[in-house]
């Protein structure tokens, strides 16, 4: 199995929250570790160092690290690619058009509030897994 790392992000309702968590396990995902914190900025500056400089990076900062999001060990084959199917394109109007069942297209509010993340490929899984849980046992 394959594992990647899912962080269901702030403002999220609980009902939204239980709903996408149910989703997740229909989909046949196992949730090996779950984990509620509140990002610092500098954590969310590691989670998306690859977009510093870019025009919504202070604006995604603040959103992240504005309330506590609920960070996920998922498990299955090919975690990764198809959490990210699961989860749509980053954009909930496409996201609507080209995948209508992802959670993007039905919960996200904007393409900054997008709801979901999931890591983008099996090298930023491991990495952002031992950074959030550390390297104790799945
Ligand atoms: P994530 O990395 O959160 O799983 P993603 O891989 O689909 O999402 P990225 O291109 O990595 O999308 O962008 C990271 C996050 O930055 C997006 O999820 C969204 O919250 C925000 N974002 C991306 N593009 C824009 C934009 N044009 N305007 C505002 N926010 C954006
Ligand atoms: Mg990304």
Redesign the pocket.
């Known amino acids: 199995v394959e594992h990647t790392l899912a962080v269901i992000k702030p403002g999220v309702s609980q009902e939204q929250q239980n709903n996408i968590v149910s989703q997740i396990k229909e989909a046949g995902f196992s949730i090996s570790q779950v984990k509620e914190t509140q990002l610092t900025r500098d954590m969310a500056q590691m989670f998306?160092k690859e977009?510093k400089g870019k025009e919504?990076y202070d604006?995604?900062l603040d959103y992240m690290s504005r309330a506590p999001s609920v960070l996920m060990i998922l498990s299955k084959e090919n975690a990764v690619n198809e959490w990210r199917e699961l989860?749509g394109p980053?954009d909930p109007e496409q996201a609507r058009q080209c995948s209508p069942g992802s959670l993007r297209a039905q919960f996200a509010q904007s393409?900054?509030e997008?709801v979901v993340?999931?890591s983008?490929n099996i090298q930023h899984a491991t990495d952002n897994i031992k950074f959030i849980f550390g390297d104790g046992d799945m």
Do not use: D, E, K, Q
């Open positions: 998306y977009h919504f604006s995604l989860m980053s393409i900054l997008n993340h999931g983008s």
